[in-house]
């Protein structure tokens, strides 16, 4: 599971591609596509034009929500949030050999999640963000802490990605309380240099001091 992922921003479809192929462009492999609020049809067009990009890039593409549609055009996964599809269905769906990844805030959703045998956890907010319009409790450092202190070894198997309102001075801290990844969203949708954002998150997770 890599590592870095980012989350898709943007006002108009248009915005999302855009930001999506600027930061494959800088070096990112793992794009969630997070279209809220846009017709059916406008998120499968938009989707099979990042999915190409994705295709070009040797980046994995993960569709937010919406299950039927990354069986449609074959996507690498499906990011699940709590009031979504359950994730058994969407295994159902979509089969043994997909990416289902779920969000989780506390404790225990994330056991939930790792009793759903999701493949991936976005936990968060690590801090506020105002990427979504509904924020579950922000958790922090000893949020994380907390809760990655009440699992046991089973449970720690399932990789769990900080999310939320990060920054690149955050990610040495996050690493440290048990959390293997992070995910970005604002952070590198408004950054004018994306490149070296993420030259240097990466020598961060993959190459530290």
């Known amino acids: ?10 006002q108009t479809p248009e915005e999302h591609l855009s930001n999506c192929k600027k930061v494959l462009t800088a070096g990112v492999k793992w794009i969630q596509l997070r279209m809220k609020n846009f017709p059916d049809e406008i998120v499968e067009k938009t989707a099979l034009e990042v999915q ?24 690498d996964g499906v990011h699940l949030g709590l009031t ?15 990416i289902i990844g779920g969000t989780a805030n506390t404790v225990e959703d994330v056991v939930q999640r790792i009793e759903e045998r999701c493949d991936y956890i976005g936990l968060g907010p ?20 907390a809760i990655l202190n009440r699992l046991d070894d089973g449970h720690r198997k399932t990789p769990i990605v900080a999310i939320g309102g990060i ?20 952070i590198l949708t408004n950054s004018k240099n994306k490149k070296e954002i993420v030259e240097r998150i990466n020598t961060i997770l993959y190459d530290p001091a």
Request: proline share 1%; aromatic share 8%; with cysteine.
């Open 167 to 186: 920054q690149v001075e955050d990610i040495s801290a996050i690493l440290e309380t048990g959390i293997c990844g992070i995910a970005l969203s604002g």
């Open 126 to 145: 690590y801090r506020f963000t105002s990427t979504k319009d509904k924020l579950s409790p922000i958790l922090g450092l000893e949020g994380y802490r």
């Open 52 to 75: 190409s990009f994705c295709t070009q890039s040797g980046a994995t593409f993960i569709l937010n929500d919406n299950v039927n549609l990354a069986k449609k055009i074959n996507a």
């Open 1 to 10: 599971m890599y590592r870095f992922q980012y989350i898709s921003q943007g």
């Open 84 to 98: 979504d599809t359950a994730i058994t269905e969407a295994r159902l769906i979509l089969g043994q050999n997909k």
